[in-house]
């Protein structure tokens, strides 16, 4: 069974840093593509941040360049993305998942207030 858990999110002020991780189970995790996205309440889910098989091939969205970090450790199945100097804007919830695809994860919430 495939699953994917996130964590990591919380509440931060404007400038802070959170690291949302993600471990995965039920698939060979070192033969996938890893991705995150968020989503906002009523809005479509959007790709934020990619790596490839190998830790190469990464790629950001925007407005996250220079202010986030995605990495993986392929023996514990574990993507992360660190994220820096964070904004009000960067609050929703953010998820993680496969390419492919695989059933979506509860998220984690990110929170960007003073």
């Known amino acids: 069974q495939q699953q994917l858990v996130e964590s990591g999110g919380g509440l931060v002020q404007p400038g802070g840093s959170l690291t949302l991780s993600c471990v995965a189970s039920g698939f060979v995790f070192s033969r996938y593509t890893m991705n995150w996205y968020r989503q906002a309440p009523g809005k479509t889910r959007e790709l934020v941040a990619t790596?490839?098989?190998?830790?190469?091939?990464?790629n950001y969205k925007n407005d996250l360049k220079g202010r986030a970090t995605i990495y993986r450790n392929n023996a514990n199945r574990t993507v992360y993305l660190q994220m820096n100097s964070l904004k009000p804007e960067d609050t929703t919830g953010y998820y993680c998942?496969?390419?492919?695809?695989?059933?979506w994860g509860q998220g984690t919430q990110v929170t960007v207030s003073s």
């Open positions: 998942n496969r390419s492919g695809g695989s059933p």
């Open positions: 790596i490839g098989k190998t830790g190469d091939e990464i």
